[in-house]
Nanobody
């Protein structure tokens, strides 16, 4: 059973860069190409918003509305993947989750499918 642990600073000032890390247990996630590794957030009183994910190959895919400010990377030596969101505003205040995503084969290619394992969530507040 894989476990994900997300962590990061609880408070970020406006215009700064938010940085979060997700540590994956149960072996290195780079040895298994069946999954994507994703970040999702939930602002207070709102629904879930997908931020982006990184594939086994290292390719990244981002929500178009956040793409210009988002970077997802991985550190294979530490079994970690990370989120950086730049130029934050109070609207970026949210509970941030990391998650594992299964893949499905469709029409000649592989695509993300089910978010099957989640971290516990890391609260981030953007305030001066």
């Amino acid at each position: 059973q894989v476990q994900l642990q997300d962590s990061g600073p609880g408070l970020v000032k406006p215009s700064q860069t938010l940085s979060l890390t997700c540590t994956v247990s149960a072996g290195s996630f780079t040895t298994n190409n069946y999954y994507y590794w994703s970040w999702i957030r939930q602002p207070p009183g709102k629904g879930l918003e997908w931020i982006g994910y990184i594939a086994y190959s290292g390719s990244t895919y981002y929500n178009p509305s956040l793409k210009s400010r988002t970077s997802i990377s991985r550190d294979t030596s530490r079994n970690q993947f990370a989120l950086q969101l730049s130029s934050v505003t109070p609207e970026d205040t949210a509970l941030y989750y990391c998650a594992r995503v299964t893949r499905t084969y469709y029409n000649g290619g592989y695509y993300p499918d089910v978010f099957d394992s989640w971290g516990q969530g890391a609260q981030v507040t953007v305030s001066s």
